[in-house]
């Protein structure tokens, strides 16, 4: 802890100003997830909890099942982070230890584009390209593979520029030390570099793990969005991002609620991952 | 800084105004994603030939287009079908008549399907094409999200349940459901008729199937001899306001039919 100094009063006054700014931004999620009980409320006073947690969702007629969507949530994103983080963490060794400087600076510039496409272009590249190969091998071809793909792509540059801000963060003399004992290049990266960067690295990877949960509309053009188990690749199903953006703008009473539970369920998802984020953080940067 | 002060103050003197006075020649429509096109387009039509007019029109589904007009939110609702018994209080103008049609792929052999065999496929008792006189290829059934009014019409003309649908994908709108059948040979989906014969046009790889005989064409739509027809509304609350009633007025006039052709939906009379 930094001992304070200086405490006069102008500094008490910003301490004030800057704790009720913390205080805003920390009553903000609170604000969220007390306004997204509300309105799923009505579903969750009905006390149907089995039915909420069933494997049917037809709402006009009475049945709100989300454990398929949750499930397919979760699927997805774990895909998408099997494809993408030995891929992005690759590019980033790759441009930190072999690359000369001029293909580092490209490959930088092409991953900060490749972040800033919007998701509705990912998912247009997804239906009119990757849904007919897929097709080709298994129809109908929107799919949880064609889902887990896209998103895969979208979160690349997150876990390639995470990475890459690790690795260049790691202390010179670390690497230094590393090669004055002579240890090869790939000796250095391997066992120094990467365990240096741990942390980083997997914060990386948990920032990208909450953008594929929350993405939304290029999923919902390629996934099919069929209510149910995913049960295998090559079948569609649908994330709870997918099923508020498909269906809120026509819901009413009952069907809006289960909506509303929908969001309620994805933000609690978050909460927990971004606390499971944090222990791991913290234990791995003690370890 | 106070000469600061002042000209924030004029300028949001001249905002306000501003508001007030396009309050009252502001037309807010809401609802249908169906009928939005349209009214868009009349409503660009109409500021034309009525300076200062503004109309601004939004989407959201035709129930969305009932409530809003209910709360006071919308001076006008869209909707693509009729009110249901619940949705009383309100005036229906009806401005055009929309068809929806079963497409395939236009690789697809099966030329014509009867309405047993539709609902066969749609619940799953038929699941390849060999069945149907077809290629032996596995069937995609494209059903819509819930909500839509698209399939509301779709169940309640064949009478199913959404439930006794099985779906392998589930669309939003009518242009993803182009593009999922345009993409897949097995696909089979229902479209808005208007929709289908535009992407016919351009020529894009779909085909409309006929219904009890009678093809699905816009012509078909007009006169009325289509099985599949539903009215595009729109809906007012109580007495519509000066405003709104010049611009219903000319929606129902022939002054717009071009407009309405243009969309490949049917003018009412």
Known sequence: MLRRINSGSSDQKLGGLLAVAAGFSGLILLLIVVFLGKESWPLLAAGDW?????????????????MPMLWASLAATVGAIVLATPLGLAGAIFEHFYAPTWLAKGFRLVMALLAGIPSVVYGLWGLTILVP????????????????????????????????????????????????????????????????????????????????????????????????????????????????????????????????????????LVLVLAWLAARMIRRHSHG | MRKILVHLLAMLCIVGVNTLWAADNRLVLTGSSTVAPLALEIGKRFEQQNPGVRVDVQTGGSTRGVNDVLMGLADIGMASRGLKAGETGLAVYTIAMDGICIIVNQQNPVSALTNTQIIDIYTGKIRNWQQLGGRDQAITVINKAEGRSTLELFLQYFSLKNSQVKPDVIIGDNEQGIKTVAGNAGAIGYVSIGTAEYAEQQAVAIKSLPMDGVSAKVSSVRDKRFPLIRPLNFLVKGQPSALAKRYIEFAQSAAVNNLIEAQYFVAPH
């Open chain 1, 133 to 268: 190969l897929i097709t080709q091998i298994q129809p109908p071809g929107t799919s949880l593979l064609a889902a887990m793909i896209v998103l895969a792509l979208m979160i690349l540059p997150t876990v390639a520029l995470t990475s890459s801000a690790t690795l260049a963060a790691v202390p010179r003399d670390l690497l230094a030390g590393a090669a004055a004992l002579g240890m090869t290049r790939k000796g250095q990266i391997l066992g120094v570099a990467i365990p240096a960067a741990r942390a980083g690295i997997i914060g990386g990877v948990l920032l990208a793990t909450a953008r594929a949960l929350g993405e939304t509309m290029a999923i919902l053009m390629v996934a099919g969005n069929v209510v149910q188990n995913p049960s295998g690749l090559f079948k569609p199903v649908r994330v709870l991002t997918a099923n508020i953006a498909l269906e809120m703008g026509y819901a009413t009473g009952s069907h809006r609620a289960g909506l509303f539970a929908s969001g309620l369920l994805l933000t609690l």
């Open chain 1, 50 to 66: 089995p039915a909420l947690l069933g494997d049917s969702w037809y709402p006009l007629e009475g049945q709100f099942g989300l």
